[in-house]
């Protein structure tokens, strides 16, 4: 029996690996539904979201990367589709090189025309990338939406919008034309005259960077998704009120999911999520009982 | 001046940070402003360094045939044809547009190679928890029962587990895992925050006075 | 006669700093008057060229239900502001509503050129729930030919209470406006479109359109909407301001405020705290700095991670492999990449002294460059330069994920005997511990980042918790200089601030049902 144990504790690592494998790819393929339970974090990000009136201009600091996409890019999208349905007007910029790229990429997502392109007053307008559709809602690039890019500076960007957007962010990404062009950038100097940041954040320059200067210096509302293993680290924020909400990884874009109404890659991903959870705690607990099992019979040899 | 210079840059740009944050009155305001943008334009070079440095280093082992010198060629050829296609085959409109080869090759190339490594993660937290996370003390029991309402917490899993086990409304595992997420993580996160800001500050300050000068390269 | 330190210091940290911080602590703006539940506004009608009144009101819970349970609203005037009222008119339950949370009435008996008070009434649960007194309102005829109100439109109502002030605590070259929205000003309204800015160099104008915002409250808190004019505003220059409405095609002008003078400050009073705390804490960094240096003896506790340096590096010497020294994967800017390297000078000595090989793979530029000077001087120091070699400290990529699989093949291909991780860390934390502990390597971690500790502490046998990784440099050197700074950071930073925290909590406690809490709370706010 003590072989047995002993065997267990030093397990080749390349079982585990197939088994979190295994845990994680079939749930995907046997459909199984589960009941999502919205959390107060993700409530309370979406009823802040919720009380912004009509036209109201949101900045969604994207700071992520492709290795965190299946926990930050169903917020993203989630996050697009609300804000096109509800008539709230976004400027999409990064901290993080890839992130105005993962943006184009959930706005191609969100978008629900099956159209290539229409004409509009002898223009060529994309969909997907000029016009999002989202059931009867279109929002516009330039009017409804506009995505800045990148810039590089970490916090000190922050730190410079609060008192120039436009020494910041000069030109837009998609045509390189100067902010004052759009107008959706009408009005729009400084950091303060935002309504509401949303940031998607893995790590850094992200939600920590944005708290302590976005909102703590410019008094900018601020709701939050992070990575899961990001999360614990900004509750202190979200309970002294510094942040609106929070999205903490999966689950929390599966719960954004089910608040907003439309379930998507987050809600599906976290069967595989679930089955994982259990594998690694019934591995602890075999490595427990094998631990325990093999010192309690060298205490009594001892003896 | 080899040491004296950086010393006094140092020490203006970060008094100057320092004291802005009090007194916005012009020219510190200025100043700050100033400083942030040379810092966006110094730190724009320095992604430009490190990718000129990558090649110089790559090409050094290709010439010297160093051992692994043919993943020193995959580096470069991947180097060369993401900017090739960035900068040159656009079809006339910005590299990062929608449509371009550039956003090709992120999303169908670059996007699955970092989510794949990310994604090795999995792994490694299944394996190093299978091994380290033993119930050898009083500490490390609470610990683990703690991680094991958390996990089962923050899946649909718990609520079927907590009817199993007959928990009362209020006390069920989803709740208990609020609680600890709520009250000790974020009493322990701050405890660290506090303490990490204040050597933050203390590290900070003695840059900013030339105390510390290990960055420049020994004492 | 004197006082015991101890005494005078405890007396200062529970007395006088609480006290001092208190009375700097910034203070909120002006709020927006209003008067619950009805809020009654009146306006002399926009467009009647007969004069009339219209008055607008918010209405009272239960005004929602239906007509058998919720009575209706009486309209009361007078023409003094102490009464008598007289009752002039009802508006029924049934009455179309002028926006869901709002009710408007107008008077037309009126004479232009006399003054009204208007009150509304309501009895609700058998007392009769009764308004403020708006006016004195006096009805204005329009004059012919200008767009005339139909009967049964919803008046919109203008914004009120509008203040235009040099914005606060700034560097100039920005006024702040502020304002009591329109009743009609209501959530996700269809039909209200929002506010425009106005302004002019003088107040008969011309005024130009300088912004527009959305509706709705900036500051829930003082229930009033702020917009912030940055738009080629010259200090010591002379404006004047207006505000209008737009609903459902009309407009509804604010009063003229002016003039208002933008201007520069010199000091945040914001942040009045903040400077008290910070100069404290730089105050006992320097004093406890002056004290080590004058030769007193400061004790700093073990730290086992920082005792075990030396023993992880002998243990390398011994088996005859390689020492791998990762100084995190972020840039010179942090200040954990600075710390890793005072680190990383201990170990680069030791290695020199030992003989044994040491390599560093980075994952930044600049931090190679300064990785090559502390290793080369460190070997300098130790009495090696000939053992130092550029190739020892290298660079592989920016990238997260790339730099975690190349230190990764590194690893395992090489199998050194010593790990050190010190500096910060992101997800790539327990990919390179992992595989690290798989080829049996013992191994040191640091780092200040939260998140990537308890993947340290499970995979690696010795970590740096936060501080300790900053608290390196004094612990390995032992300098005075060092020592004294952190001393100083533990007393004037920690001591302060907690003993500051319990105060203000036990105070905050005790005092909630006074109401003060809030504003207690607030203190500690950063503006």
């Known amino acids: ?303 | 001046m080899k040491r004296e210079i950086p010393l006094i840059l140092t020490a203006v740009v970060g008094l100057t940070f320092v004291v802005q944050f009090f007194i916005p009155h012009y020219p510190l305001g200025f100043m700050a402003d100033m400083f942030s943008d040379w810092f966006s334009i110094v730190a724009a070079c320095a992604i430009w360094l490190g990718a000129l440095n990558l090649l110089k280093i790559s090409l050094n082992k290709v010439y010297k045939k160093e051992k692994d010198w043919f993943f020193a060629i995959v580096t470069i050829i991947s180097f060369l044809v993401i900017v090739i296609a960035g900068f040159f085959f656009s079809g006339g409109r910005r590299f990062q547009e929608p449509g371009t080869n550039f956003d090709w090759l992120y999303i169908n190339v670059y996007s699955p190679l970092s989510a794949t490594m990310f994604a090795m993660l999995a792994f490694y937290v299944a394996s190093a928890s299978y091994r380290a996370f033993r119930a050898r003390n009083a500490q490390a029991t609470i610990l683990l029962l703690a991680a094991f309402v958390v996990m089962v917490g923050r899946t649909p899993f718990s609520d079927w587990l907590s009817n199993l086990l007959f928990m009362p409304e209020g006390w069920q595992i989803s709740n208990l895992s609020n609680i600890i997420m709520n009250f000790f993580n974020v009493a322990g996160q701050r405890a660290i925050m506090i303490g990490i800001s204040l050597g933050l500050i203390s590290t900070a300050l003695r840059i900013i006075l030339g105390i510390e000068r290990t960055y420049l390269g020994g004492d | ?527």
Not at chain 3, 203 to 228: A, H, M, N, Q, W
């Open chain 1, 1 to 303: 029996m003590r072989k047995i144990f002993e065997k267990l504790l030093a397990i080749d690592r390349r079982i585990i690996f197939l088994v979190i494998f295994l845990a994680v790819s079939v749930p995907i393929f046997l459909g199984i539904k589960i009941n999502i339970k919205i959390t107060d974090e993700v409530k309370a990000f979406y009823d802040a979201v919720s009380n912004l009136p009509s036209g109201a201009r949101i900045m969604v600091a994207c700071d992520f990367d492709p290795g965190s996409e299946p926990e930050l890019q169903p917020m993203t999208e989630s996050g697009f589709r609300y804000f096109i349905q509800n008539k709230l007007r976004f400027v999409i910029i990064g901290l993080w090189p890839q992130g105005p790229m993962q943006a184009n990429k959930a706005l191609a997502a969100v978008n629900e025309a099956k159209d290539e392109f229409t004409v509009e007053n002898g223009d060529t307008l994309y969909f997907g990338t000029d016009l999002i559709v989202v059931g009867s809602d279109t929002a516009r690039y330039g009017v409804d939406f506009i995505n800045l890019g990148f810039q590089a500076g970490n916090e000190l960007v922050i730190q410079r919008m609060g008192s120039s957007l436009k020494a910041a962010f000069a030109s837009d990404l998609r045509l390189g034309r100067p902010i004052e062009d759009f107008d959706i950038m009408r009005g729009l100097n400084k950091l303060s005259d935002f309504e509401f940041i949303y940031n998607l954040s893995a790590g850094y320059p992200g939600t920590v960077e944005w708290v302590q200067f976005a909102v703590d210096r410019f008094h900018v509302p601020c709701g939050a998704g992070n990575t899961a293993v990001q999360a614990p680290q900004v509750y202190p924020y979200l309970d002294s009120g510094q942040l609106s909400g929070l999205m903490g990884g999966m689950k929390g874009a599966a719960e954004l999911e089910k608040v907003v109404g439309h379930k998507a890659k987050a809600t599906m991903f976290m069967v595989s999520q679930t089955a994982a959870h259990i594998f690694v705690i019934l591995f602890i607990i075999i490595g427990n009982i094998a631990y325990f099992a093999t010192r309690g019979e060298t205490g009594r040899k001892g003896l």
């Open chain 3, 1 to 527: 006669m004197f006082m015991p330190k101890k005494i005078l210091l405890s007396a200062f940290f529970v007395i006088i700093l609480p006290l001092v911080v208190w009375l700097v602590h910034g203070l909120p703006g002006q709020q927006s008057i209003s008067y619950p539940p009805y809020d009654l506004t009146a306006i002399s009608t926009p467009g009647d060229t007969a004069g009339s009144i219209a008055l607008n009101w918010f209405s009272l819970d239960g005004d929602n239900q239906s007509a058998e349970s919720f009575p209706d609203y009486r309209i009361l005037r007078s023409g003094r502001a102490e009464g008598p009222f007289e009752e002039i008119g009802i508006v029924a339950f049934a009455t179309p509503r002028a926006t869901p949370n709002s009710r408007q009435y107008r008077d037309s008996a009126v004479e232009t050129g006399n003054s009204y008070f208007y009150k509304v009434s309501c009895l609700v649960d058998g007392s009769s729930v009764e308004s403020n007194a708006a006016g004195p309102i006096v009805p204005v005829a329009q004059t012919a030919g200008e767009k005339l109100a139909v009967i049964e439109d919803v008046i919109l109502f203008p914004p009120t209470q509008l203040r235009a002030f040099d914005s606060p605590n700034d560097d100039g070259h920005s006024i702040s406006i502020e304002w009591k929205i329109s009743p009609n000003d209501v959530f996700r309204g269809a039909k209200f479109s929002g506010y425009d800015i106005h302004r002019s160099n003088v107040p008969e104008g011309p005024y130009e359109l300088i912004g527009d915002v959305t509706g709705g409250v900036s500051d829930p808190g003082r229930g009033v909407k702020i917009f912030t004019d940055g738009n080629n505003v010259q200090d010591g220059k002379e404006y004047y301001y207006y505000v209008n409405a737009r609903w459902d095609g009309q407009i509804a002008g604010s009063g003229v405020v002016g003039p208002v003078v933008a201007g520069q400050q010199w000091f945040h009073t914001g942040r009045g705290v903040s400077l008290i705390l910070l100069g404290i804490l730089i105050f006992s960094i320097l004093f406890y700095i002056n004290q080590a240096k004058s030769g007193k003896e400061l004790f700093i506790r073990k730290i086992a991670g920082l005792e075990a340096v030396d023993e992880a590096v002998g243990r390398a010497t011994e088996m005859g492999k390689k020492v791998f020294y990762v100084p995190g994967t972020q840039d010179m800017d942090n200040v954990q990449t600075i710390a890793g390297l005072t680190i990383l000078a201990r170990v680069a000595k030791l290695t020199a002294e030992y003989e044994t090989r040491l390599e560093v793979p980075v994952s930044r530029s600049l931090v190679m460059v300064s990785a090559r000077e502390v290793v080369k001087e460190s070997y300098l120091n130790a009495g090696r330069p000939d053992y130092y070699n550029d190739d020892m400290v290298y660079y592989l990529t920016d990238d997260q994920f790339g730099y975690a699989a190349g230190v990764d093949g590194l690893v395992v291909r090489q199998k050194p005997a010593t790990i050190f991780y010190q500096g910060a860390f992101y997800a790539e934390s327990l990919i390179l511990a992992e595989t690290g502990n798989s080829i049996g390597a013992i191994q040191i971690a640091g780092t200040a980042m939260p998140a990537q500790l308890p993947f340290f502490v499970a995979a690696c046998d010795y970590t740096l918790i936060g501080e300790e990784l900053f608290a390196a440099s004094a612990y390995l050197s032992r300098e005075p200089k060092l020592l004294g700074s952190l001393k100083g950071q533990d007393i004037g930073g920690k001591l302060v601030f907690l003993s500051l925290a319990i105060i203000f909590i036990v105070m905050i406690t005790l005092l909630q049902k006074h109401g003060i809490s809030g504003e207690m709370i607030r203190v500690f706010e950063v503006h």
